[in-house]
């Protein structure tokens, strides 16, 4: 890889601010200056450095979000604040995108990646990747909404969903539930729920795959994925 290519992609500004530090003496590859922004470096074998620190070359980054209410799933809107922009510029860098929609009033577990290919794999219907939600109900949810779920319901455009696997974890007049799905239907939750009468009032999805939220994240917050976690999300790619 280029150096100016390496370095502008690790945040160390535009290729032209790139060429300033190069001229400031103030990059080495391997201990040695070097001021050739086209001279091609091996991430895997040299060490670079910018002012004495260790570049960490990173091609993807996995980034676990708590996703609040009022944001969308998306990279980009000309009206309301997108997931991307509660990234801090470093990540933004990245280019990454939220895998798969959380609608605008649903909160929880979403991954954000530049990893096309994971992404791709943890949202391909072959692959059957669970994704699990709690969800308050107005109604109350009963034994036959389980069994109904686990057939698979009929949604309002005759789509037929896989079986969903539903418990109840509270019986009311306001339940409470927690529900497996492996699709990922535009807004299928809700829409499973209309199908069988009854209405979600609250909506947080709780995990993919084999990874579930860290409760520890406030809403709005996120954090880079653990390498055991990541080994989590690309093992259940492959279930």
Same mark, same amino acid.
């Given at each position: 890889?280029?150096?100016?290519?390496?370095?502008?992609n690790?945040?160390?500004g535009?290729?032209?601010?790139?060429k300033?530090?190069?001229?400031q003496?103030?990059?080495?590859?391997d201990?040695?200056?070097?001021?050739?922004?086209?001279?091609k470096?091996?991430?895997?074998?040299?060490?670079v450095t910018?002012?004495g %620190?260790?570049v960490?070359?990173?091609?993807f +980054?996995?980034l676990?979000?708590?996703k609040?209410q009022g944001? +969308?799933?998306a990279?980009?809107?000309n009206? /309301?604040?997108t997931?991307?922009?509660?990234?801090?510029?470093l990540?933004?860098?990245?280019?990454?995108?939220?895998?798969?929609?959380?609608?605008?009033?649903?909160?929880?577990?979403?991954?954000i990646?530049n990893?096309?290919q994971?992404?791709?794999n943890?949202l @391909?219907?072959?692959?059957?990747v669970?994704?699990?939600?709690?969800?308050?109900?107005?109604?109350h949810?009963t034994?036959a909404?389980i069994e109904?779920?686990?057939?698979?319901?009929?949604? /309002?455009?005759g789509?037929?969903?896989?079986?969903g696997?539903?418990v109840i974890?509270?019986a009311?007049?306001? @339940?409470? +539930?927690e529900?497996? +799905?492996? %699709?990922g239907?535009?807004?299928?939750?809700?829409?499973?729920?209309?199908?069988?009468?009854?209405?979600?009032?609250?909506l947080?999805?709780?995990?993919?795959?084999?990874?579930a939220l860290?409760? @520890?994240?406030?809403?709005?917050?996120?954090?880079?994925?653990?390498s055991e976690e990541l %080994?989590?999300l690309?093992?259940?790619?492959g279930?």
């Amino acid at each position: 890889m280029r150096l100016d290519k390496l370095l502008a992609n690790m945040g160390y500004g535009s290729r032209k601010e790139v060429k300033q530090l190069l001229k400031q003496k103030a990059v080495r590859v391997d201990d040695v200056v070097v001021k050739d922004a086209a001279m091609k470096v091996d991430t895997e074998k040299q060490i670079v450095t910018v002012f004495g %620190e260790p570049v960490e070359y990173t091609e993807f +980054i996995y980034l676990m979000m708590n996703k609040p209410q009022g944001v +969308i799933s998306a990279t980009e809107d000309n009206r /309301d604040e997108t997931v991307i922009d509660l990234l801090d510029p470093l990540h933004q860098h990245f280019e990454p995108f939220p895998v798969g929609r959380l609608d605008k009033d649903t909160e929880g577990f979403l991954l954000i990646t530049n990893d096309g290919q994971l992404a791709h794999n943890l949202l @391909s219907p072959k692959k059957h990747v669970p994704k699990t939600y709690y969800a308050d109900i107005e109604g109350h949810v009963t034994e036959a909404d389980i069994e109904a779920f686990a057939q698979g319901v009929t949604l /309002d455009d005759g789509y037929h969903t896989k079986p969903g696997h539903l418990v109840i974890l509270e019986a009311a007049e306001q @339940s409470k +539930i927690e529900l497996t +799905i492996q %699709e990922g239907k535009f807004h299928q939750v809700k829409r499973m729920f209309e199908a069988v009468g009854k209405k979600v009032t609250y909506l947080k999805r709780l995990s993919m795959g084999d990874l579930a939220l860290d409760e @520890s994240l406030a809403l709005g917050e996120y954090r880079e994925l653990t390498s055991e976690e990541l %080994e989590l999300l690309q093992n259940s790619q492959g279930k």
